[in-house]
Every structure is written in structure tokens, then in C-alpha cells.
């Protein structure tokens, strides 16, 4: 019997530096920004073309209208109808899909290399040449206003939508979803949606994103032919694109009778993604909220067990962000769990994280980041979001390193100085009758009860 040599047990060495790929940048003759990202060995390359058609440039009676003409873009072109666009599509073995922010329309592309040339092509004839089919615009209402209602049935997503109307004030289009309310979805026809576009969608108000190995493939030439002859002109801005004022803090109830569980968001107008302490602000949050090892988490969960889980962390907009707290409790832990959330916070607020809080939010942060970028799509999606909030090309390798360089004192001043608890809106999605007034003694506020 021949017995083998043990091998020592490989032993990890120190993490190798990442850093955002580099972005090479290039202009169509139609004026469209490229962004190229080379990606050795990513054959499923991505693009985003970025609208900079933000939710504030709507009409106020027709809210929710860059939802729809979003959506209805691939329903019919001037070469093909919906059906033909997507078995084009498909043929090219391509994705596409369109979403919505408060920075924009972002028009999603996914593609094998190969057949990447063709794949932009599409996403060039919906983005510069929809015909908005009546028929088409009108079923794509009718979704929205059955989504508008299953949200309104959905605990956590009727909170979430009573929490902005709350925090902003109502002349700001941050008080409102960004797919619009029922009342302005209704408003919304063909020809609206046609007005729209023609006023705001133009080379001068996009970026196009593309990030995948194109060593072979002529990719500059095949943005040149899915988007050089682009000759739309945009309006000028009509609306505000200032920072949205805050509302006075309250107690709402979204009234669900007999709900067993009720739904908890507090809100805050909390400060700009830009802002110098974003990173301390983020390392702040996930001590206090940001996982299962949470001084929130450890409260509610693990020592009172109000709930399975609690989530805080600050929420970035176009312009500012919002602090946010939700969680799901049973209908009778509502107020104690009320109580202990404003009191772990307050707790929070006076001491900081401790040194190995800090340490874990960072190393999760910063260790977290490379392995979410290990693709072509997710890549176009980051550098997506940095053209659309006009962060710039280090924005996220900039982070990193300011990341790495917060410490518990700077993380509690920083939560400190823009934290505040009388500040603290709550928006609660549950039965009113049951849990109103102990609410109010738990939370020292009047409650206002909004029928659902």
C-alpha cells in the first residue's frame, strides 16, 4: 500500500486591488455620448442607453406618462410592429427592456458579441423611431393602473408610497410614485405619450453605455449605424430640478382592516449621494440596519423577536436621499416594536458605531463590490447609474476608497448631524382601530388614518 504525500492546505493571500473598469469615451455624429467598457472575455456584452427624461419633466396631470411611453417603445417602429421586434429579438438570442427612475429611462440590451451589431440596431430603431401604436399605449395604461392597485394591496408597497407622500412636500414630484398615481395614469393616451417623447427624447439627453469584450467587433461603427442619423431636438427643461423640500414630520396610518401584521416605514430627507460623508453615512446605516448582525437586527429580531427582519439604509434620488427603517411586525408587537426601533436609534445616534461595526460595514462594502461587477450587464447597469446622476466615471472607485477611510467617530457624526428622530416620519400599513392610539403615545404624535 503506497500512501500519497499529504499537500498542504492552499492558504488565501491578501485580496488583489479592484478597480471600475476604464471608460473610453467617444461622440456619434448625432451628438449621442458613447461610454465603451472593454471587458476581455465578456462574449454577453450589455448596453444602456441612458434618457435623461427624469420623472419632474412630466406634465403634472399626466405623471407617469415616462412609464408608459417607456414601455410602448418596442410595440411598433417604423420598420417593424411589436411582434417582428421581438422575434428579431429573439432571434439574435438579445434582450431588451426599459425601466424607469428618478434620473431617467434607462433602455437595457443583452446580447452575445457575435450578433451585438444587429442587437443595437433594435435598440437604436425603438429608441429613435417608435410609432407608439394607440392600441398598444392603451393596454399598457390598463397594466398600470392593475399594478397601481395590487401595490395598493401589498402591504410593504402601499407604505412605501404613503412614506413618500409624507416626506416630501406635495408640490415635489418625489411625493409621488414614479410610474404616477391612478388618477394621472388614466389621463394618459397615445397622443400624449407621442408629444412626450418628441419633446424630451433626443441625442442631446442620452448616453449610450456598452461594456463587453468587442475586440471583435466594429462596436463604435454599430452605434454610429443604430444611432448617427438621430436628429431629434429637445425641449428646454420647464420644471424644477432642485432639491425637494421636506414635509413636517408625522404619524400616518394606512388603514387595513383587520390586518394581522402591520407594515413599518420611517423616512427621512436625508443628504445627496455627493455629498463628502456619503461613506460614513452608508457604513452609519449598516451598522445600525444593514444586516442580520444589526443593533437593529439584534433588538427586534434576535432579543424581542418582533420580526424576522429590519432593513435601514439611506435611499439615493436624483437629487438628496431618504433614510429609510421598514420592517413587518404582528399586529399587536406594533407599537413595542415602534418604541424599540426610536429607541435603538436614539441609542445609535448618541454613541456611533463601535470599532468592530465599522470594520464589518466596511469590509462587507468594499469586499461585496467586485463580486457584484463580475458581469458585462452589471457593469453597463453602474456605469448606467453614474451617467444618469451625472456622478462621473470615479464615482464608485472614489466611494470605495472613502469607504475604507471612514471611522467610528467620523460614521457617528455624520449619522448625528443628519439623523434626526423629531424628524422621523412614520408611515404604518395596518389596522387602524387596533393600533392608532397606542401609536400615538408610542411616537408622542397625532395620528392622520388614510383610508387604502
Same mark, same amino acid.
Given at each position: 500500500? @503506497?500512501? *500519497?504525500?499529504? $499537500?498542504?492546505? %492552499?492558504?488565501?493571500?491578501?485580496?488583489?486591488? /479592484?478597480?471600475f473598469p476604464a471608460a473610453h469615451r467617444s461622440t456619434l455624429h448625432s451628438g449621442l455620448r458613447v461610454v465603451r467598457y472593454d471587458l476581455p472575455g465578456q462574449l454577453l456584452a450589455a448596453a444602456v442607453l441612458v434618457l435623461d427624461v427624469a420623472p419632474e419633466l412630466e406634465p403634472e396631470d399626466r405623471e407617469g406618462i415616462a412609464t408608459i411611453m417607456s414601455r410602448v +417603445?418596442?410595440?411598433? @417602429?417604423?420598420?417593424?410592429?411589436g411582434s417582428a421586434f421581438a422575434a428579431a429579438m429573439d432571434g439574435l438570442g438579445a434582450s431588451y427592456s426599459a425601466s424607469v427612475n428618478t434620473s431617467g429611462i434607462h433602455l437595457n440590451l443583452e446580447a452575445p458579441v457575435r450578433f451585438f451589431g444587429p442587437a443595437l440596431g433594435l435598440l437604436g430603431e425603438a429608441a429613435t423611431s417608435p410609432t407608439f401604436p394607440a392600441a398598444e399605449v392603451e393596454r399598457h395604461v390598463q397594466l398600470r393602473l392593475a399594478e397601481l392597485e395590487q401595490e395598493r394591496a401589498v402591504a410593504s408597497s402601499l407604505a412605501g408610497t404613503e412614506r413618500l407622500a409624507a416626506c416630501f412636500e406635495q408640490d415635489s414630484r418625489y411625493a409621488r410614485p414614479v410610474g404616477g398615481c391612478a388618477e394621472s395614469v388614466r389621463r394618459i393616451d397615445r397622443d400624449a405619450v407621442e408629444l412626450f417623447y418628441l419633446r424630451w427624447v433626443a441625442p442631446e439627453r442620452a448616453t449610450l453605455v456598452l461594456a463587453g469584450d468587442f475586440s471583435g467587433v466594429d462596436v463604435e461603427a454599430a452605434a454610429e449605424t443604430a444611432f448617427?442619423? /438621430?436628429?431629434?431636438?429637445?425641449?428646454?427643461?420647464?420644471?424644477?430640478?432642485?432639491? %425637494?423640500?421636506?414635509?413636517?414630520?408625522?404619524?400616518?396610518?394606512?388603514?387595513?382592516?383587520g390586518a394581522v401584521q402591520s407594515q413599518l416605514a420611517f423616512g +427621512?430627507?436625508?443628504?445627496?449621494?455627493?455629498?463628502?460623508? /456619503?461613506?460614513? +453615512?452608508? $457604513?452609519?446605516?449598516?451598522a445600525l440596519?444593514?444586516?442580520v448582525n444589526s443593533r437593529l437586527s439584534a433588538s427586534l429580531r434576535e432579543d424581542k423577536g418582533y420580526t424576522y427582519g429590519i432593513h435601514?439604509?439611506?435611499?439615493? +434620488?436624483?437629487?438628496?436621499?431618504?433614510?429609510?427603517?421598514?420592517?413587518? $411586525?404582528?399586529?399587536?408587537?406594533?407599537?413595542?416594536?415602534?418604541s424599540e426601533v426610536l429607541a435603538v *436609534?436614539?441609542?445609535?445616534?448618541?454613541?456611533?458605531? @463601535?470599532?468592530?461595526?465599522? *470594520?464589518e460595514a466596511i469590509d462587507f462594502m468594499t469586499g461585496i463590490h467586485p463580486l457584484r461587477h463580475e458581469t458585462a450587464r452589471v457593469i453597463a447597469a453602474s456605469a448606467a447609474m453614474q451617467a444618469a446622476f451625472n456622478l462621473g466615471d470615479g464615482y464608485l472607485d472614489d466611494l470605495q476608497d472613502a469607504l475604507r477611510a471612514v471611522t467610528p467617530a467620523s460614521a457617528a457624526a455624520a449619522f448625528r448631524n443628519h439623523v434626526y428622530l423629531a424628524d422621523l416620519t412614520l408611515v404604518v400599513a395596518g389596522d387602524a382601530a387596533v393600533i392608532g392610539s397606542s401609536l400615538? @403615545?408610542? *411616537?408622542?404624535?397625532?395620528?392622520? $388614518?388614510i383610508s387604502v
Open positions: 500500500m @503506497t500512501l *500519497t504525500a499529504q $499537500v498542504p492546505r %492552499p492558504v488565501a493571500g491578501p485580496a488583489a486591488a /479592484w478597480k +417603445l418596442d410595440e411598433g @417602429t417604423a420598420h417593424r410592429d448617427g442619423a /438621430w436628429s431629434a431636438k429637445a425641449a428646454a427643461a420647464s420644471r424644477s430640478d432642485q432639491h %425637494p423640500r421636506a414635509a413636517a414630520a408625522s404619524l400616518v396610518i394606512a388603514d387595513r382592516p +427621512l430627507k436625508a443628504p445627496d449621494r455627493r455629498a463628502p460623508y /456619503w461613506a460614513d +453615512l452608508m $457604513v452609519a446605516a449598516r440596519g444593514g444586516g435601514a439604509g439611506f435611499m439615493p +434620488l436624483r437629487r438628496d436621499s431618504l433614510f429609510i427603517i421598514e420592517t413587518a $411586525v404582528q399586529t399587536d408587537a406594533t407599537a413595542p416594536a415602534v *436609534t436614539e441609542k445609535f445616534c448618541a454613541d456611533g458605531p @463601535t470599532q468592530a461595526e465599522c *470594520t400615538s @403615545t408610542a *411616537t408622542g404624535r397625532e395620528a392622520k $388614518v
